[in-house]
C-alpha cells in the first residue's frame, strides 16, 4: 500500500462539528417561535432536563429507527425526528417542529476544522465531507467557512446509500478522483467510518470530544502537512 495521502474524507457530526450547547439550542426554537421571555417548557419540566435529553436526542431516536432508515430521505428524518421528540421532556408538537428547524444552526465547527482542512488544501490534498444525515448542510458548511475548503459533499440521503456500505465510500473516492489505498477516511464511529476500511482506505477514528477542539491536528500528522 501506498504510504502517500492524496485525499481525506471527513465525517460531518462529532468530527468536524460539535452538537453544540443544547440550551442554546432550545433558545433557538424558542426564538424561531417568535415567543419572548423566560422559556416555559411543557408540566413545568426545567429547562436542564430538555437540554440532557437533546444530548443523546439520536441515540433516543435509535428506539424507533434502529437501522437509521431516516438518513436515506429527507422526510422520514423530520418524522423520525418528531417522533422521537414526542417523548422528550416539557416538548409540545410546536416546540419539537422548531426545535428540527434550527437543528443546523445549533451546530457548530469545532476550532481546529478550518485551519486543518485550510492545510489541507494548502497542500493539494483533495478534501470531502461524507456524512449519513437526511438534511442540506451546505449552509452550515458555507456558515462555517469550511464550504470553500471541500472539494466535494456526498449527503446519504441524497445518493441513497448510507455508511458503512462500501458504496458510499467508493462513490467519494470517484468524486476526488483517487484510489482507496491513497485516502484516508475520519470520523467518530468505528461502526459507520470504519465500512471505508473494506476498500482499503486507512481510517482515523476520533472519539467525541467536550469543547472547541477536536483532535484534528492528527490528521494533518498522518498526511504530513
Do not use: C
Amino acid at each position: 500500500m501506498s504510504t502517500r495521502i492524496d485525499a481525506v474524507l471527513f465525517d460531518l457530526h462529532q468530527t468536524l462539528v460539535d452538537g453544540g450547547d443544547a440550551h442554546r439550542w432550545v433558545d433557538l426554537a424558542w426564538a424561531h417561535l417568535g415567543r419572548h421571555g423566560p422559556v416555559a417548557l411543557r408540566d413545568g419540566v426545567p429547562i436542564a432536563d430538555l437540554a440532557a435529553w437533546l444530548d443523546d436526542v439520536w441515540q433516543h431516536a435509535a428506539v424507533i429507527d434502529s437501522h437509521g432508515e431516516r438518513d436515506l430521505d429527507g422526510d422520514a428524518h423530520r418524522q423520525v425526528f418528531l417522533d422521537t421528540a414526542a417523548s422528550a421532556p416539557g416538548v409540545d408538537a410546536e416546540l419539537a417542529a422548531a426545535l428540527y428547524a434550527t437543528l443546523p444552526d445549533a451546530l457548530t465547527a469545532y476550532d481546529d476544522a478550518e485551519p486543518v482542512l485550510a492545510a489541507l488544501r494548502g497542500n493539494g490534498v483533495r478534501t470531502a465531507v461524507l456524512s449519513n444525515i437526511g438534511f442540506d448542510v451546505r449552509p452550515l458548511l458555507e456558515r462555517s467557512g469550511l464550504s470553500a475548503l471541500l472539494d466535494t459533499v456526498v449527503l446519504s440521503f441524497e445518493v441513497g446509500v448510507k455508511k458503512p456500505d462500501p458504496a458510499i465510500f467508493q462513490l467519494t473516492l470517484d468524486r476526488l478522483e483517487v484510489p482507496p489505498e491513497a485516502a484516508l477516511m475520519v470520523g467518530d464511529s468505528w461502526r459507520d467510518d470504519g465500512g471505508a476500511a473494506a476498500l482499503g482506505v486507512r481510517t482515523l477514528v476520533l472519539p467525541r470530544t467536550r469543547g472547541p477542539i477536536h483532535g484534528l491536528d492528527a490528521v494533518r500528522r498522518l498526511v504530513g502537512t
